[in-house]
Structure formats: structure tokens, C-alpha cells
């Protein structure tokens, strides 16, 4: 059956037998094969929109979970704050036949001016 294989470890034991006077049925059990899924592509963008770092790819086959929330998405940037306001809403979800972007916004760490000594 296209789009499924057949489980071999629960083939039937009645595949095989006599025809009798009673119905009955003999039962294969497939399983959906899995389909690849489009990316979910983690952005990592200034407030302006600028990216600040490299994006980062999820893969994996529809119906799959991501989570882009945890550390190894949600980065910590040298000389940015993530801006906890501007949270991404689909952080975590299902991966599908569409691709999908998470986008997580930092600020600009202000910098401290060197001090000026007048002479």
C-alpha cells in the first residue's frame, strides 16, 4: 500500500488456514510511513531586524514535535540581551509540510564610555 509498510513482527497466524462455516477475518497491520517534514528555520535578529547570528535548522518528519526553547536554541549572544517581551509564540510546536521560522529578538547591551581625563 503506497505510503505504508507492513508490520512483519504482527503478522496474522490466521493468514493460512481451511475455510469453514463461521466468518472469519484475518487482520495486516500497517504503519504510515514517515514523511519528511519542510525546516524549522531559529533566527536570531536585532531590534531593527538585522540577523546577529547564524540561523539554526530544525529537520525532522511531519508530525514531529520541536522545541526551539530550550538552550541550544534560545542563545545566550556576547554583547546582546534577549528581549523576554518579544518571545516567539511558536517556540515549540509540530513540524509540517510548511516551512516555519522562529525569530528571537535581542537589544544591544549598552556600552560603557571611557572615562575622560581633562588636563
Known sequence: IPGYTLDEKKLPTNATGTLTDKAQIVTYVYSKDAVAAEDVTV???????EPIHD???IKGNIGDEYDASTPEY???????TLDEKKLPTNATGTLT????IVTYVYSKDAVA??????K
Request: aromatic content about 8%.
Open 43 to 49: 533566527k536570531y535578529v536585532d531590534e531593527s531586524g
Open 55 to 57: 540561523s539554526q535548522t
Open 74 to 80: 534560545k542563545l545566550t549572544i556576547p554583547g546582546y
Open 97 to 100: 509540510d510548511k516551512a516555519q
Open 113 to 118: 564610555a571611557e572615562d575622560v581625563t581633562v
